[in-house]
């Protein structure tokens, strides 16, 4: 469809997100409005809150609670919580924080598919 060819692709599942939000201590977003969708069974006020484990889940997958209810206002909300996420990442209480980096990287490692041409490259 594009013409680019995909030499190797990694992949998380569900899990990995439920797991990565708990090993970094939650991860932070901010709606402009309440939101309250029993689909997804996410509620959070209007505002900043912090969300892991399955309610993080439920913020990356919920369509209904966002903008028009569609895929834009899902992706935005994705990309948001992806950001928060690095920034939480790259924070000096995550970087200074062996035991913490620890837990990261074994929760990646166990919740991460990679092709066989990845599986090869050196592990952590």
């Known amino acids: 469809l594009t013409g680019l060819e995909v030499d190797h ?4 599942d569900f899990n990995a997100v439920k797991e990565l939000s708990n090993a970094v201590g ?8 309440a939101v309250n969708d029993p689909e997804s069974g996410l509620h959070l006020p209007k505002g900043t ?3 892991q484990g399955d309610q993080a889940l439920a913020f990356l997958r919920t369509r209904h609670g966002f903008a028009n209810g569609g895929d834009l206002g899902r992706i935005k909300a994705q990309q948001a919580f992806l950001g ?3 920034r939480k990442l ?7 924080n062996p035991q913490r980096m620890l837990s990261i990287a074994d929760t990646v490692t ?3 598919t990679v092709d066989s ?8």
Do not use: R
């Open 9 to 12: 692709f990694m992949m998380a």
């Open 26 to 33: 939650g991860v932070d977003v901010c709606v402009s409005d």
């Open 49 to 51: 809150s912090q969300v």
């Open 84 to 86: 928060s996420l690095t």
């Open 90 to 96: 790259k924070s000096e209480g995550t970087l200074g």
């Open 110 to 112: 166990k919740n991460l």
């Open 117 to 124: 041409g990845l599986a090869s490259a050196p592990s952590l």
